[in-house]
Nanobody, 116 residues
Framework: QAQVAESGGGLVQAGGSLRLSCAAHTLSTSEMAWYRQAPGKEREFVARFISSTTNTFYSDSVKGRFTISRDDAKNTIYLQMNSLKPEDTAIYYC???????????WGQGTQVTVSS
């Protein structure tokens, strides 16, 4: 079983919404975050959540449109994406930092496509 697994991607029209999920299963984490990679571009930071705090951080490109949240009981984080734009089209990856190891654990990614 993968340490980190995303779900919830899909195709949506511009202005629409999607919610992504990322389950860390049994991994104890110090931080969980979302990144994305568009075709021909480098992977970029989207949002992150510091475990055991309410501290969240967003990239300027998604601030005000995306919201990161978590369900501690399920060891899962979510990314609610509203007012989606074609430039949000990318593969979205979840990253978890192991609390004990300090290692980065990446999910396999989930495709988000926003049509104009």
């Amino acid at each position: 079983q993968a340490q980190v697994a995303e779900s919830g991607g899909g195709l949506v029209q511009a202005g629409g919404s999607l919610r992504l999920s990322c389950a860390a299963h049994t991994l104890s984490t110090s931080e969980m975050a979302w990144y994305r990679q568009a075709p021909g571009k480098e992977r970029e930071f989207v949002a992150r959540f510091i475990s055991s705090t309410t501290n969240t951080f967003y990239s300027d490109s998604v601030k005000g449109r995306f919201t990161i949240s978590r369900d501690d009981a399920k060891n899962t984080i979510y990314l609610q994406m509203n007012s989606l734009k074609p430039e949000d089209t990318a593969i979205y990856y979840c990253k978890a930092i192991g609390r004990l190891s300090g290692r980065d654990y990446w999910g396999q990614g989930t495709q988000v496509t926003v049509s104009s």
